[in-house]
């Protein structure tokens, strides 16, 4: 398991955080106090990831933009909450996306959409990025040192952590799928 971690962690670090990093990024820093993957390649990995993931979402809503908007009718919802968020915080909105869960993705569509200048984004954004990966890196790195100190021996009860950071995960994606039902069934979308 541990050489699996070794050679492809940072492949897959990189991979989620395309999508969502919080949660990985909180478990390679947990991994990362265990010895088994290094805390600063985690967070060049998650960073590298999201950095991306959201330049890629500006540039395509930048030319394409209009097409999607026209095409979906789901995402005029998300548009609605993110044109209020981009309207009162401004350029703030780019550094204030990653930690508003839930619309970040609709946030970058959005500012895509809007007039921002590339450069200014693509700073922003990278400024945004590097201080979400070691904020979230160390704040899982921290919370291991921290286990050690109450449990002991964390290898001892390695499994253990594991559990409940599958519990941590199945929480979340609960809260998650409750959230969506809820706007779901306020937007009259439920059927």
């Known amino acids: 398991m541990e050489e699996l971690l070794q050679k492809y962690g940072y492949i897959i670090i990189f991979l989620i955080t395309l999508f969502e990093g919080e949660t990985i990024l909180l478990i390679a820093g947990f991994m990362a106090y265990q010895g088994l993957l290094d805390l600063h390649l985690s967070i060049l990995s998650a960073f590298i990831g999201s950095t991306l993931a959201d330049q890629i ?21 998300y548009h609605t909450i993110a044109k209020h968020y981009v309207e009162k915080y401004g350029s703030a909105v780019v550094l204030m996306a990653r930690y508003l869960y839930g619309i970040r993705t609709p946030l970058v569509m959005f500012v895509g959409l809007g007039k921002m200048n590339f450069v200014k984004f693509t700073i922003l954004n990278v400024i945004a990025a590097f201080v979400w990966a070691v904020s979230f890196g160390y704040a899982g790195f921290y919370f291991g040192h921290a286990a050690e100190k109450f449990i002991g021996d964390i290898q001892r009860v390695q499994l253990y952590g594991w559990v409940l950071i599958a519990i941590v995960i199945l929480v979340l994606y609960i809260i998650s799928r409750v959230r969506i039902y809820q706007l779901k069934k306020l937007t009259g979308e439920e059927k």
């Not at 979402?57 to 919802?77: A, E, P, T």
């Open 57 to 77: 979402i500006f540039h395509l809503m930048r030319k394409n933009g209009d097409f999607l908007l026209k095409k979906s009718k789901k995402f005029n919802k």
